[in-house]
């Protein structure tokens, strides 16, 4: 009989928010190998906030999906079948393989990976993309002294708490912004940040002041709007910001910044990034991410939905900030 492979397509493109109309579930025949090539068994897929951007037909720095198209995503998972010289059957690997049951692949852009080092899962977090954009951005544009104060946006997520905990480690004062009383508190018990502002409390600006009493030397940015301003009117002299993701403004709505002087009077430098154009890094970024997680320095947190079927209801939900760490679907 032949084996099916359950696949979620890109079915139409949102006009504001994404809804569960814009995606569809389709089964299609597994194709037969090739030589050179191997068949992937997604375990888990990773859920991101670049995929909206994806989903647009919009320019940006990278290609839309297309309608029809599999939608874009990081699994890790397994070698289930292979008539490559380098890959076998076993193997764990992670890669592009989309939000899809099987992938089949050259080896082009696949890693392979060690549970035995980190779980399975960590390779899609903290020992994945989110966790070098939390090193790239840290150590590359913000570049932190020890006795600084770094303050991180979305900081109870899968890049924020990264990038808390790095600095944390090399010797700063870490401020997190979170939505939510129980967001942070997690920030400040369980990952070791100095404090942690909740922004839906109503009182960002004079919340932030208290908890950066020596004002701010570099800030890591990944919603844009109210923390943006509200983070600016604290920084220090020459202090340096990492644009990394501004989630608040993907739905299309404006994200205006309303002191945009500051950058000028406080001498500022914003650097907007993009880690996959950094992949001269990556090698050592994931060793010493792996590595810190190995030895219980980094800790991480992942929330996790059941079912390649809902990987939309995952997204959506990511997307209206209700994941609570690392958003994952369990696909097998
Ligand atoms: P997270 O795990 O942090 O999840 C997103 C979080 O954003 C939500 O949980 C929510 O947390 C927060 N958020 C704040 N405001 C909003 C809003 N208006 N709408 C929705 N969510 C909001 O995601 P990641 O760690 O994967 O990504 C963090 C940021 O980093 C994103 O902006 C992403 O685009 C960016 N990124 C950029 C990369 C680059 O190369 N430049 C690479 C990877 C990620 P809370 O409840 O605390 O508000």
Same mark, same amino acid.
């Given at each position: 009989?032949?084996?099916?492979?359950?696949?979620?397509?890109?079915?139409?493109?949102?006009?504001?928010? &994404?809804?569960?109309?814009?995606?569809?579930?389709?089964?299609?025949?597994?194709?037969?190998?090739?030589?050179?090539?191997?068949?992937?068994?997604?375990?888990?897929?990773?859920?991101?906030?670049?995929?909206?951007?994806?989903?647009?037909?919009?320019?940006?720095?990278?290609?839309?999906?297309?309608?029809?198209?599999?939608?874009?995503?990081?699994?890790?998972?397994?070698?289930?079948?292979?008539?490559?010289?380098?890959?076998?059957?076993?193997?764990?690997?992670?890669?592009?393989?989309?939000?899809?049951?099987?992938?089949?692949?050259?080896?082009?852009?696949?890693?392979?990976?060690?549970?035995?080092?980190?779980?399975?899962?960590?390779?899609?977090? &903290?020992?994945?993309?989110?966790?070098?954009?939390?090193?790239?951005?840290?150590?590359?544009?913000?570049?932190?002294?020890?006795?600084?104060?770094?303050?991180?946006?979305?900081?109870?997520?899968?890049?924020?708490?990264?990038?808390?905990?790095?600095?944390?480690?090399?010797?700063?004062?870490? &401020?997190?912004?979170?939505?939510?009383?129980?967001?942070?508190?997690?920030? &400040?018990?369980?990952?070791?940040?100095?404090?942690?502002?909740?922004?839906?409390?109503?009182?960002?600006?004079?919340?932030?002041?208290?908890?950066?009493?020596?004002?701010?030397?570099?800030?890591?940015?990944?919603?844009?709007?109210?923390?943006?301003?509200?983070?600016?009117?604290?920084?220090?002299?020459?202090?340096?910001?990492?644009?990394?993701?501004?989630?608040?403004?993907?739905?299309?709505?404006?994200?205006?910044?309303?002191?945009?002087?500051?950058?000028?009077?406080?001498?500022?430098?914003?650097?907007?990034?993009?880690?996959?154009?950094?992949?001269?890094?990556?090698?050592?970024?994931?060793?010493?991410?792996?590595?810190?997680?190995?030895?219980?320095?980094?800790?991480?947190?992942?929330?996790?939905?059941?079912?390649?079927?809902?990987?939309?209801?995952?997204?959506?939900?990511?997307?209206?900030?209700?994941?609570?760490?690392?958003?994952?679907?369990?696909?097998?």
């Amino acid at each position: 009989m032949t084996q099916m492979n359950r696949r979620i397509v890109l079915a139409s493109r949102p006009q504001t928010a &994404v809804s569960p109309d814009n995606f569809r579930l389709e089964q299609t025949p597994l194709a037969t190998l090739g030589d050179g090539q191997f068949r992937v068994r997604n375990h888990y897929l990773s859920i991101d906030p670049y995929m909206r951007g994806r989903m647009n037909d919009a320019k940006s720095y990278a290609e839309p999906l297309a309608i029809g198209d599999v939608m874009i995503g990081a699994t890790v998972g397994e070698v289930v079948e292979s008539k490559h010289p380098s890959f076998v059957v076993g193997d764990k690997v992670t890669g592009m393989f989309g939000w899809q049951d099987y992938d089949t692949s050259d080896g082009v852009g696949v890693r392979k990976v060690d549970d035995a080092l980190v779980p399975l899962t960590a390779y899609l977090g &903290v020992a994945g993309m989110p966790g070098v954009t939390a090193w790239y951005g840290l150590n590359k544009i913000i570049a932190p002294q020890s006795g600084q104060t770094i303050v991180v946006s979305a900081a109870s997520g899968a890049v924020g708490s990264v990038v808390g905990q790095l600095a944390k480690l090399a010797g700063c004062r870490a &401020v997190g912004i979170a939505g939510g009383e129980q967001k942070c508190r997690y920030v &400040v018990e369980e990952l070791g940040f100095d404090a942690c502002v909740d922004y839906k409390a109503g009182n960002l600006y004079p919340a932030l002041k208290a908890a950066t009493p020596d004002g701010v030397d570099g800030y890591f940015e990944n919603v844009g709007g109210e923390s943006f301003d509200a983070t600016l009117s604290r920084m220090n002299p020459f202090g340096r910001i990492a644009l990394c993701g501004m989630i608040a403004g993907y739905d299309g709505q404006p994200v205006p910044l309303k002191q945009p002087s500051i950058i000028l009077t406080m001498r500022l430098l914003v650097q907007g990034f993009i880690v996959t154009e950094h992949l001269d890094v990556w090698p050592e970024a994931l060793g010493a991410l792996t590595r810190l997680v190995a030895q219980k320095k980094l800790k991480f947190r992942e929330c996790v939905a059941d079912g390649l079927e809902r990987a939309p209801e995952a997204l959506i939900g990511l997307l209206h900030g209700q994941n609570f760490g690392k958003q994952l679907v369990k696909i097998a």
